[in-house]
């Protein structure tokens, strides 16, 4: 069974600094895509970065580059995102999923608050 579980989100300051962990069961991140996104009621569902499976390619969204990080420990079967430098306009719930096949798996989501 596929399972993604988001943990890391809270309330941080602008110009600090957040890590989100994506834990992953039911299939192995060194294996598959894993992504991360994150959803407004302004802007829906945008794309924050990727990392694939057996290659390590990654990919960011061009607004994000420099100030997010994605990277992964196999070991732990984890995916994470580091983010710096924060600002408001990061204020989202951030979710990770995979694609397995034909079928697209989500985590539940953490929210992230960027506010002083």
């Known amino acids: 069974q596929v399972q993604l579980v988001e943990s890391g989100g809270g309330l941080v300051q602008p110009g600090g600094s957040l890590r989100l962990s994506c834990a992953a069961s039911g299939f192995r991140v060194g294996y598959n895509v894993v992504g991360w996104f994150r959803q407004t009621p302004e802007k829906g569902r945008e794309l924050v970065a990727t990392?694939?499976?057996?290659?390590?390619?990654?990919t960011y969204a061009d607004s994000l580059k420099g100030r997010f990080t994605i990277s992964r420990d196999n070991a732990k079967n984890t995916v994470y995102l580091q983010m710096n430098n924060v600002k408001p306009e990061d204020t989202a719930v951030y979710s990770c999923?995979?694609?397995?096949?034909?079928?697209?798996?989500w985590g539940q989501g953490t929210q992230v608050t960027v506010s002083s």
């Open positions: 990392i694939s499976g057996i290659s390590g390619q990654i």
């Open positions: 999923n995979t694609v397995i096949g034909v079928s697209t798996y």
